[in-house]
T-cell receptor
Framework: NAGVTQTPKFRILKIGQSMTLQCAQD?????MYWYRQDPGMGLKLIYY???????DKGEVPNGYNVSRSTTEDFPLRLELAAPSQTSVYFC???????????????FGDGTRLSIL | KQEVTQIPAALSVPEGENLVLNCSFT??????LQWFRQDPGKGLTSLLL?????REQTSGRLNASLDKSSGRSTLYIAASQPGDSATYLC???????????FGTGTLLAVQP
C-alpha cells in the first residue's frame, strides 16, 4: 500500500551543493508532478510529466531539472542549491485514464529541504 | 491568471460545531475543484473532487459545494472533532494552464 514514496524526508544542504530528490509511485500512473510549498503558502508546480520520456515546466522551474526514464520514478535535481530553494517538496501522481483531468492527485509525504 | 484564495487563514472552534471553509477563484473556466487535508509534516490527502458539471460532493461529515459562475466553493464539516484539526487546501484545475492551482489553506483547530 505504498502509493507515492519520497526520499529523503529531511535534508540540509550548503549553498552551491547539488542533490536529487527521489520520487517513486507504484500505482502505474502516467502523470507525475513536483511541487514546492513555502511556509504559509499554497503549493506551486515546479515540473510535471505525462509519461516516460516526457517532461515540461510548471510555474516555478528555475534552478531545477527533472527526468522521467521509467513510469515509476520522477527524480528532481537541484544543481546549485540556493537559500531561496529552502522549502518542502512534494511529489504527486495521477492516472491518465479517460477524463484524466478529473482524476485526483496522490501525494507523497514530502521532503523538507534547508539550504544554509 | 488563475488565483485561488482561502478565507479564513485560521479557524478555531469547539468540538461539535458545524463549520464552513471558503475558497474563491478568479477564472471560472475550470475542469474541477479539489479539497485536500494536510496534517503537520505530512503530504496532502484528497478529500473531495467536484467536477465542473457538479454542484456538490459529499463524503461522510464533509460536504463540498461549487458555484462556478461566482467562482466559489465551500467545504462544510459537520459535528467537528479534534481529529479534524489540520490545514485544508483547495485547488482548481483548468483555465489557461490546465494545472492544479492551490490556495494558501485554512488552518483548522478543533478544541476538545
Amino acid at each position: 500500500n505504498a502509493g507515492v514514496t519520497q526520499t529523503p524526508k529531511f535534508r540540509i544542504l550548503k549553498i552551491g551543493q547539488s542533490m536529487t530528490l527521489q520520487c517513486a509511485q507504484d500505482m502505474n500512473h502516467n502523470y507525475m508532478y513536483w511541487y514546492r510549498q513555502d511556509p504559509g503558502m499554497g503549493l506551486k508546480l515546479i515540473y510535471y510529466s505525462v509519461g516516460a520520456g516526457i517532461t515540461d515546466k510548471g510555474e516555478v522551474p528555475n534552478g531545477y531539472n527533472v527526468s522521467r526514464s521509467t513510469t515509476e520514478d520522477f527524480p528532481l535535481r537541484l544543481e546549485l542549491a540556493a537559500p531561496s530553494q529552502t522549502s518542502v517538496y512534494f511529489c504527486a501522481s495521477s492516472s491518465s485514464q479517460e477524463r484524466s483531468y478529473n482524476q485526483p492527485q496522490h501525494f507523497g509525504d514530502g521532503t523538507r529541504l534547508s539550504i544554509l | 491568471k488563475q488565483e485561488v484564495t482561502q478565507i479564513p487563514a485560521a479557524l478555531s472552534v469547539p468540538e461539535g460545531e458545524n463549520l464552513v471553509l471558503n475558497c474563491s477563484f478568479t477564472d471560472s473556466a475550470i475542469y474541477n475543484l479539489q479539497w485536500f487535508r494536510q496534517d503537520p509534516g505530512k503530504g496532502l490527502t484528497s478529500l473531495l473532487l467536484i467536477q465542473s458539471s457538479q454542484r456538490e460532493q459529499t463524503s461522510g461529515r464533509l460536504n463540498a459545494s461549487l458555484d462556478k459562475s461566482s467562482g466559489r466553493s465551500t467545504l462544510y464539516i459537520a459535528a467537528s472533532q479534534p481529529g479534524d484539526s489540520a490545514t485544508y487546501l483547495c485547488a482548481v484545475r483548468g483555465g489557461a494552464t490546465n494545472k492544479l492551482i492551490f490556495g494558501t489553506g485554512t488552518l483548522l483547530a478543533v478544541q476538545p
